[in-house]
């Protein structure tokens, strides 16, 4: 028999537990917290006790609070037990150790028994369905939220596309379609982990692993298909149109557009998919409504023609040798050459965080040309490694909230699920976003002090 959220946090000492302390992302998400939420009781996991010391002394963390508040797992396979004790006096843990494909599940599976609300880092379409097939009904039954890709992948696409939805329906108008471009402002690399979780995503994609997982959802979830939405009426405006080999244009912002290749149009479909078959009703997502046209871009400087030139060959190599597993072998083992430098394994300096912005561009268009357009800017500091750690924090406070009374204006109260989803409708996920440092802005249009270059 589950427990409310609320009854259950009651006897939790632990606000938010860091698992992956440690690694590059994990290390500023504690940082985050430390310095932005001292307000939080705050944990730290992994697997080295020296690794995590040095995380906690870097933070202030005194003898104490390091005794009280770090726990050593060091074999997350064979000591589920040890990691379920680690997470069973806490409210939300926070999972920032990757590949998730290679070592996700068994923190899931950790978390779900000690029910224990999960939020993770992956940008990994299969790592959502395997996650979903595993551990969703059994995550219901114990009332405990799983939420992937609550990162640059995909908060922003997803949060933006459901706020600019959102706007269009105050206007009883109808969503025929959403654009989502992504702009980035003195960003030269990130790190290398993330450019070996792409390489394994489009391998399980190219090889067919992505669509046996996929099989196996619909097999497992009559309930997807027996909600699909009605087709799109013909009549419909075609926007958004999307660029197909060649850089398309977009004439509002000015710049050229590729597609692009993250996860995002995979999780805001799976959003709309899971509100579809848990609220057939939904205002937004209703089994009656049918499915906007979706398109995510990469948004590039429109004078300099030789960056687009050059992403489409670095693309292009990159999507033949992640076909093959001797092609994966090689883009393993040089991240740099094959990104043209964007990808290395000690990442980006403190001078480049602290100078690299983000800029998404949310476009809701309504049936026909003429309807009024929904525009949404979400814009915040470097997407890797600096908004990463708000974005997941600013999802983390949102449930702790859902946890007091009167404070859950989440979509479900448990589940596996993607960001969209979740907190889509939520006020309060955009207010803690706000107030941490990335910006959702609902805007009449896209002027020119907004532009990214």
Same mark, same amino acid.
């Given at each position: ?17 860091? #698992? ?32 995590? !010391?040095?995380?906690? +002394? ?25 990691? &379920? ?33 999960? /939020? ?38 997803? /949060? ?21 471009? #992504? !702009? ?18 489009? #391998? ?13 959802? @619909? ?30 244009? +977009? ?58 030139? @050059? ?56 049936? +026909? ?34 946890? @007091?009374?009167?404070?859950?204006? /989440? ?16 006020? @309060? ?5 706000? +107030? ?5 802005? &609902? ?9 990214? &270059?």
């Amino acid at each position: 028999m589950t427990t409310s959220r609320q009854e259950r946090y009651s006897t939790r000492t632990i606000d938010i537990i860091v #698992h992956g302390a440690t690694g590059f992302t994990g290390k500023r998400v504690v940082t985050h917290l430390a310095k932005h939420h001292s307000e939080l009781n705050v944990a730290v996991c992994g697997r080295s006790q020296d690794k995590l !010391t040095a995380v906690a +002394n870097s933070v202030g963390w005194n003898e104490s609070k390091c005794k009280s508040s770090i726990f050593v797992v060091s074999d997350i396979v064979n000591e589920n037990d040890k990691l &379920v004790a680690a997470f069973a006096n806490a409210k939300v843990v926070i999972a920032c150790a990757g590949p998730y494909r290679q070592c996700g599940l068994p923190i899931l599976k950790a978390a779900v028994e000690a029910r224990t609300d999960y /939020l993770d880092l992956c940008g990994e379409p299969q790592f959502f369905d395997d996650a979903l097939l595993s551990f969703d009904r059994e995550a219901r039954s114990a009332g405990v939220l799983a939420c992937h890709a609550a990162a640059f992948d995909c908060v922003p696409a997803e /949060l933006g596309a459901a706020l600019a939805e959102r706007e269009l329906l105050k206007n009883n108008t109808s969503c025929a379609g959403v654009e989502v471009i #992504h !702009t980035m402002q003195n960003v030269s690399c990130a790190n290398a982990t993330t450019w070996h979780a792409a390489v394994d995503g489009f #391998h399980a994609a190219a090889s067919g692993e992505l669509a046996k997982s996929r099989q196996k959802v @619909k097999e497992n979830y009559p309930e997807f298909k027996e909600t699909m939405p009605p087709s799109r009426p013909a009549e419909w405006a075609k926007a958004p149109v999307a660029p197909g080999l060649l850089p398309g244009y +977009n004439e509002e912002l000015e710049l050229r557009t590729m597609k692009f290749v993250g996860a995002d149009s995979s999780a805001i479909r799976s959003s709309w998919r899971y509100l579809r078959s848990r609220k057939p009703d939904h205002p937004r997502k209703g089994t009656s409504i049918p499915e906007p046209k979706l398109s995510v871009l990469i948004g590039m400087d429109s004078k300099d023609s030789m960056s687009a030139l @050059k992403v489409m060959g670095f693309g292009a190599t990159f999507s033949f040798l992640a076909r093959y597993k001797w092609g994966c072998d090689m883009l393993h083992a040089n991240p740099e050459g094959f990104s043209g430098g964007v990808f290395k394994t000690e990442g980006p300096t403190q001078e480049e965080l602290e100078k690299g912005r983000f800029t998404t561009y949310v476009t809701a268009f309504g049936p +026909n040309n003429n309807d009024r357009r929904a525009r949404v800017k979400v814009s915040g500091p470097e997407p890797g490694y600096v908004a990463t750690p708000i974005l997941i924090v600013s999802l983390a406070l949102t449930i702790l909230d859902a946890g @007091k009374a009167d404070g859950n204006d /989440l979509s479900f109260d448990a589940g596996v699920t993607l960001p969209g989803a979740l907190f889509g409708d939520s006020e @309060k996920v955009y207010e803690h976003m706000r +107030n941490e440092g990335v910006n959702f802005d &609902v805007v009449d249009e896209f002027d020119d002090s907004q532009s990214p &270059v």
